[in-house]
């Protein structure tokens, strides 16, 4: 299976990390009631988080390290597209140097966290009002694309010059932008 890199604002790695893990956590509220039972509450989701390793390799490795510390610098969340995770807004939380690094060689570890409710930052779902079918056509100022062989909606946005965080924002219906498929309909404005 061929995935697509992972991506992280402007940044897309040269190859997918090594390993990653994805911790969903739910608060629970416990109730005692008489006789030695309980009742259990739930008091919701709290944020995903989305940890892993990996290695820059070759010519260069630490320069690009340094890109990816810049990004990490940034004081904003952004979007985050992981090759099978879903895409969300998340904060760069942490980035660890994993040894001393080398001109061809840096070994690092990475935290996401998904934002929460409450955020003003986060991606929001667009009314489609109505919608239209076909490819390129318009319906009350909006314009849809049907996705053919070979798209990705890396290429579409390049194609519509939109930015990839602003085409996400106006598909809420697709849930990880590397599973898009032929004869599907994509909002480019």
Known sequence: MDLSPMRFKNFVWPHNPRTYTITFERKIAVHKIPFGRHC????????????????????????????????????????????????????????????????????????????VGGEDTRL????????????????????????????????IAGRYGVDLAGLIALNPQIKNPNLISVGQKVRVK
């Open 40 to 115: 259990l509450q739930s008091l919701g989701q709290t944020r995903r988080v989305l940890r892993g390793s990996g290695e820059f390799v070759g010519k260069g490795a630490y320069d690009k390290f340094k890109e990816l510390a810049s990004v990490f610098y940034e004081e904003t969340p952004g979007v985050l597209i992981h090759p099978v995770w879903m895409t969300t807004n998340a904060w760069f939380a942490a980035l660890e140097l994993r040894q001393e690094p080398r001109a061809d060689y840096v070994a690092y570890s990475f935290e996401f966290w998904e934002t």
């Open 124 to 155: 929001t779902a667009v009314s489609t009002g109505g919608g239209s079918g076909g490819g390129g056509g318009a319906s009350g100022g909006e314009s849809w694309y049907t996705v053919v062989k070979g798209d990705t909606l890396w290429s």
